[in-house]
């Protein structure tokens, strides 16, 4: 008997596109498909609803030390391969970060504190992170087109999504981050470096220069915040570089900001406690995110001039 799979998103649709590699355009969200007599809504959070569409796996799960894996149609061969990765991803991140499990705030109806994975073979091409797991394409299944370096940028991109929501803790305080901030740090976590030299910063600002806000990473705070042009070309993607820069000066102590991921932790950890962002920013980071807005263009010509 199939389960349908039902998820509340936190990430959405557009983290496909940041990494999705060779032009391909995600597919449309398919219509709802009607549950088989019988089948069960899988709920993963108390507060949780169901959005469309709603996701089937055959109840086969694989479980790991940190992770539970399931699928619609994948091989079992490939299901006990997506487990290791993400235990693999999962660890670096935490090495990266110096981060604890004591550090993640799993809700009570998950079992054994475990992040769920959806490895999806052909019933939606995206690749989506949500409160406590993540929804990635199969590299069995038809929508994988033999980009092993992309995947894997996504599917540890999505992860760290997953590190900061269980940081974060609240469900209802995860969308308080900015939307550069975000991405920035999913980018970071899954050590997707874009931008490395002046002349790309000097490239972003000419090709911006009459969109509104400039190309400014900062401004980009809520999804509403990219410029028309942006959304309706689908290019928001082609920020993602520069939210990770951001976030990368912001962790380097010491040619960057000189604060560290103990400042961006205490960051998250505020607003899981319903600080608002602006003040959590400015507590942790020693600046107004207006401030650093304002001076982000030559914050980041000296970032990079070495």
């Given at each position: 008997m199939k389960t349908t799979l039902s998820l509340t998103l936190i990430a959405l649709a557009l983290i496909f596109v940041q990494c999705s590699g060779k032009g391909q355009e995600p597919e449309p969200i398919p219509e709802e498909k009607e549950e088989e007599p019988g089948s069960v809504a899988q709920k993963f959070g108390g507060s949780w609803t169901s959005f469309r569409p709603s996701l089937f796996h055959d109840g086969a799960s694989v479980e790991g030390e940190n992770f539970i894996v399931y699928s619609d149609k994948s091989s079992q061969a490939w299901r006990e391969t997506i487990l290791g990765l993400a235990e693999e991803s999962f660890l670096d991140i935490k090495t990266n970060f110096g981060l604890e499990d004591s550090d993640f705030r799993f809700v009570s109806t998950q079992p054994n504190r475990k992040i769920h994975i959806l490895t999806n073979?052909?019933?939606?091409?995206?690749a989506e992170a949500y409160r406590d797991g993540l929804i990635m394409r199969s590299k069995d299944g038809p929508n994988f087109f033999g980009d092993h370096e992309t995947w894997h940028k996504v599917f540890q991109h999505e992860i760290t999504h997953v590190v900061e929501f269980l940081i974060i803790g609240i469900f209802d305080h995860s969308w308080a981050n900015a939307v550069w901030m975000r991405e920035g740090f999913a980018n970071y976590g899954a050590r997707n470096h874009r931008i490395q030299t002046v002349a790309q910063l000097a490239e972003w600002r000419e090709k911006m220069k009459a969109v509104e806000g400039g190309g400014n990473p900062i401004?980009?705070?809520?999804?509403?915040?990219?410029?028309?042009?942006?959304i309706s070309n689908n290019t928001t993607t082609e920020y993602y570089g520069f939210f990770e820069l951001a976030v990368r000066y912001l962790l380097d102590e010491e040619k960057g900001n000189g604060t560290s991921f103990e400042d961006l932790k205490a960051y998250f950890d505020d607003l899981g406690a319903g600080v608002d962002r602006d003040t959590a920013f400015r507590n942790h980071f020693g600046m107004t995110m207006t401030t650093f807005k304002n001076n982000f263009w030559a914050l980041m010509e000296r970032y990079l001039e070495d």
């Open positions: 073979y052909d019933q939606y091409n995206r401004e980009i705070k809520l999804w509403g915040d990219f410029p028309a042009s942006v």
